[in-house]
Nanobody, 125 residues
Framework: QVQLVESGGGLVQAGGSLRLSCAASGRTFRTYAMGWFRQAPGNERRFVAA????????YYTGSVKGRFAISRDSAKSMVYLQMNSLNPEDTAVYYCAAQVDARGTYYSAGAYNYWGQGTQVTVSS
């Protein structure tokens, strides 16, 4: 069983920054690929970013490339999402997800085994 707890969401003005954190349980955290997804009202949950189990590769959806950065600290069982140059379109509930066995993709929500409860990010114009 893996438990994920997100934090760091909040209200920020357009152009501002936030750093989301995800604390993970599980003794084999360092073997998990990790992802961030977001869901705006009326929309499906969508991929934002992912990081491979060893941190060697990262993946982003096109709209956040160059603005967001995913990282991990396996010694602390933490995953982070640094979000810069935020705009109102980034407003959503952000979810941390763990992929505990290789699924061949990082981009699909169905490829992840465990989810956090989400943290709200609101960007005002």
């Amino acid at each position: 069983q893996v438990q994920l707890v997100e934090s760091g969401g909040g209200l920020v003005q357009a152009g501002g920054s936030l750093r989301l954190s995800c604390a993970a349980s599980g003794r084999t955290f360092r073997t998990y690929a990790m992802g961030w997804f977001r869901q705006a009202p009326g929309n499906e949950r969508r991929f934002v970013a992912a990081i491979a189990w060893d941190g060697g590769r990262t993946y982003y959806t096109g709209s956040v490339k160059g603005r967001f950065a995913i990282s991990r600290d396996s010694a602390k069982s933490m995953v982070y999402l640094q979000m810069n140059s935020l705009n109102p379109e980034d407003t959503a509930v952000y979810y941390c997800a763990a992929q505990v066995d290789a699924r061949g993709t990082y981009y699909s929500a169905g490829a992840y085994n465990y989810w956090g409860q989400g943290t709200q990010v609101t960007v005002s114009s």
